[in-house]
């Protein structure tokens, strides 16, 4: 998979809670991943002075940052998808969501809402950039512990850690959530194998989410000008990559035809050799002549495959799209939950495609998949799932593709 080298590799994870008398405590947490496995590098427990991180990480780790605590306003709704300032008014009345921060994390029928003062946020994002630190992400509360929970060895329906408390149904939805901050995990916490002290679940797991940013669905405050600091960085990356592959893959051809031209060569000495010292029969030297195209035949097949190119793929089957459907997100290669969470290491489902979208009927959606079923690389597809959303007044669908 050639997308995880396109992800940033070390990521500092910083959790600031500011109690209600203005007291600070911060935590952090530094991940390194190495291949599929992630490796903690480095925590750090218990400091009030943000200026004490450049002790424990440098300016190139990129920061996920979460906040908790005084500044930050908590609501359960009923589920929502979007939060705009028509139902931002019924969270905070009269108040005008361009001044604030907004989380959504949607579990279950219900919304967890989690807003913040832009200018209370971005007090602290400039902190670290004066700093030298490179902050990605800003995420709210306890909310992005969700995406570790797989990992973290918690048992019940009640999950307590480091004051925050949480309550879910037997279908792991969350059902309630509440902080106080004398309440403590009532065994010693493990992320995998390895032990985790409770007031480092928060920032391990923004630095995670941070890390695994392609492949989640990302809880965070959505700060347009961190996103555009992510996106730039992936790209960075991207090229950097793609370059060392395409000029890795011009040294081996190049050595291929090296190490081929040397070999027909001397082959074709030797046959010089033996053609200047011995008189040879017509069948003896149409033998020779014969050899000779065979091994110039060999060296002409040699080439390199490029490999799929799964942008091209993805080109045709939104070309082959009818109007009536709208597409909203294709994974390439998703990332196999089940299997990752057995064996502990990130899985990957290998020439498959998720394809999300909406259409207001499913007839459009059949004759778009009997559309892409003429392709001759497309192996097996089929519609996973179709449901109309009475609140987005729409059908809402997921195909898988195989290739």
């Known amino acids: 998979m050639l997308e995880q080298y396109y992800r940033i590799n070390q990521v500092a994870g910083i959790y600031i809670h500011q109690s209600n008398t203005g007291a600070v405590s911060i935590n952090a947490c530094g ?9 903690i590098a480095k925590k750090v427990l218990d400091i009030t002075n943000i200026e004490d991180l450049k002790k424990h990480f440098s300016a190139k780790n990129p920061i996920a940052l979460n906040l908790s605590g005084k500044g930050i306003l908590y609501k359960q709704i009923e589920k929502v998808e979007i ?27 219900n919304s967890f809402v989690s807003i913040i ?3 209370e946020a971005d007090r602290w994002i400039n902190q670290l950039t004066a700093l030298g630190f490179t902050p ?6 306890v909310f992005p512990a969700q995406q570790i929970f797989s990992l973290l060895n918690v048992y019940g329906n009640e999950i307590k850690f ?13 059902l309630n959530y509440h902080y106080n901050e004398t309440e403590l995990s009532p065994f010693a916490l493990k992320i995998e194998s390895e032990g985790i002290h409770e007031k480092l679940v928060l920032p391990y797991a923004a630095a995670f989410q941070l890390i695994l940013a392609n492949g989640l669905d990302v809880i965070d405050a ?16 991207e090229f950097k990559v793609k370059g060392a592959i395409i000029l890795g893959v011009f040294f081996v051809l190049l050595l291929i035809n090296f190490v081929v031209f040397s070999v027909l060569n001397s082959s074709n000495i030797k046959l010089t050799a033996q053609v200047s010292r011995f008189t040879q029969s017509t069948s003896t030297s149409q033998e020779i002549t014969q050899q000779i195209k065979q091994k110039e035949a060999l060296l002409q097949s040699l080439g390199w495959d490029g490999g799929i190119n799964k942008s091209s793929l993805i080109d045709q089957i939104a070309a082959l799209m009818p109007e009536e459907v709208s597409l909203k997100e294709v ?31 499913i007839i459009p959606v059949n004759e778009w998949i009997a559309r892409m079923k003429i392709k001759p690389w497309v192996k097996n597809i089929q519609l996973e799932s179709y449901m109309f ?3 987005l007044n729409t059908g809402q669908f997921i195909i898988t593709l195989n290739y």
């Open 31 to 39: 991940l390194i991943a190495k291949g599929n496995q992630l490796d």
């Open 162 to 174: 480091n004051g925050h408390i949480i309550k879910r149904n037997e279908q792991q939805d969350w």
């Open 83 to 109: 939060i705009d300032q028509s139902n931002f008014n019924q969270i905070l009345p009269n108040a005008n969501i361009d001044d604030f921060y907004v989380q959504n994390f949607v579990s279950g029928e």
């Open 331 to 361: 994974t390439v290669n998703p990332i196999d939950l089940n299997t990752s969470r057995t064996q502990k290491i990130l899985v990957f489902f290998n020439r498959k495609m998720n394809i999300i979208g909406s259409s207001d009927k």
């Open 136 to 141: 990605m992400q800003l995420s709210l509360g």
């Open 117 to 119: 003062r832009k200018t």
């Open 389 to 391: 959303n009475s609140e």
């Open 222 to 237: 959505n700060v347009p000008s961190l996103a555009q600091i992510f996106i730039s960085k992936q790209s960075e990356l």
